[in-house]
């Protein structure tokens, strides 16, 4: 509907939303995976996510967010200040 075309993997896409998790729900739909297949294998997808909900647990193994930022040997990738998240959306220019 969106009026995405995808001719080839990895080029550029008129539409790209890649959906982490939605509450609770699993699917395993050739149209819809949740949660992403590989969310959960990325540092630079969970270190955002741990800031913004270090309890989020992945619907489809129970392991936190943080859990997987240690297994994955991270450390402390990501880490930023908590208070990052107030000050977005950046006020209007004055």
């Given at each position: 509907q969106a009026g995405r075309e995808r001719h080839e993997r990895w080029a550029a896409r008129t539409l790209d939303l890649d959906l982490i998790?939605?509450?609770d729900l699993t699917c395993d739909d050739p149209a819809l995976t949740l949660p992403h297949p590989r969310a959960w294998e990325r540092p630079f997808v969970l270190g955002p996510l741990r800031d913004l909900n270090p309890d989020?647990?992945?619907p489809a193994s129970g392991e936190s967010v943080q859990?997987?930022?240690q297994r994955l040997g991270t450390g402390e990738l990501g880490q930023r200040d908590p208070t990052?998240?107030?000050s977005w959306p950046?006020?209007?220019p004055s």
């Open positions: 998790t939605y509450a989020l647990r992945c859990d997987a930022l990052w998240l107030r950046a006020p209007p």
